[in-house]
């Protein structure tokens, strides 16, 4: 089955302590995002990256890192993390020249 | 002032009604406008997608796009239990730019 697979779906954590999120699609998509998504807000991007060792900042990106070793995978990295990045985290891929995102379930940080 | 604005609702009428879903948007560059479905704990899904003006149908939903207003339109006709969801619209220059997204609104549909 085409998807993206985000872990954990729900983290709780404590402020400063590291966490990486992961994420994986197996549709051999170029472009990957990460979004957080806020009441009232909507989505937000944080980073994208349009192919394999390419990645740039989006909307929000202050206090998350990203990579992107392989084409598969797009992990998000909270180095200290902080209350303010309690949200609801989406990562998404498509195929570079079009407009239709598959997204994951989701992961829903909590930083205390 | 939000880029996209969508009422967030929530949006609540009784099973077999049209709905009409709306955005509005400010920048006169978008040219590509999706319309996504998010049902609770998961990811939003395309349902439509709509290049500049006019008027798509798919099955019971519409988009309907009028770039001279900044207005974009979802209906979903004889709607049920099943399209309870909070909707969201996304708009873009083109694949070279990031989308741009409504906040969503909440719809719910009463059996």
């Known amino acids: 089955e085409a998807q993206v697979t985000q872990n954990p779906r729900y983290l709780i954590t404590v402020t400063g302590k590291k966490l990486t999120v992961t994420c994986s699609q197996n549709m051999n998509h170029e472009y990957m995002s990460w979004y957080r998504q806020d009441p009232g807000l909507g989505l937000r991007q944080i980073y994208y990256s349009m192919n394999v060792e390419v990645t740039d900042k989006g909307d929000v990106p202050e206090g998350y890192k990203v990579s992107r070793k392989e084409k598969r995978n797009f992990p998000l990295i909270l180095e200290s993390p902080s209350p303010n990045q309690t949200s609801l985290y989406f990562c998404?891929?498509?195929?570079?020249?079009?407009?239709?995102?598959?997204f994951g379930s989701g992961t829903r940080l909590t930083v205390v | 002032q939000k880029e996209v604005e969508q009422d967030p609702g929530p949006l609540s009428v009784p099973e077999g009604a049209i709905v009409s879903l709306n955005c509005t948007y400010s920048?006169?560059?978008?040219?590509?406008f999706m319309w996504y479905r998010q049902y609770s704990r998961k990811g939003p899904e395309l349902l439509m997608y709509t290049y500049s003006s006019g008027n798509k149908e798919d099955g019971r939903f519409t988009a309907q796009v009028d770039k001279s207003s900044k207005y974009i339109s979802l209906f979903i006709r004889d709607s049920q239990p099943s399209d309870s969801a909070t909707y969201l619209c996304a708009m873009t220059r083109n694949s070279n730019y990031q989308l741009i997204w409504g906040a969503g609104t909440k719809l719910i549909i009463k059996p």
């Open positions: 920048n006169s560059a978008f040219q590509y």
């Open positions: 998404a891929s498509k195929t570079s020249g079009t407009y239709g995102y598959t």
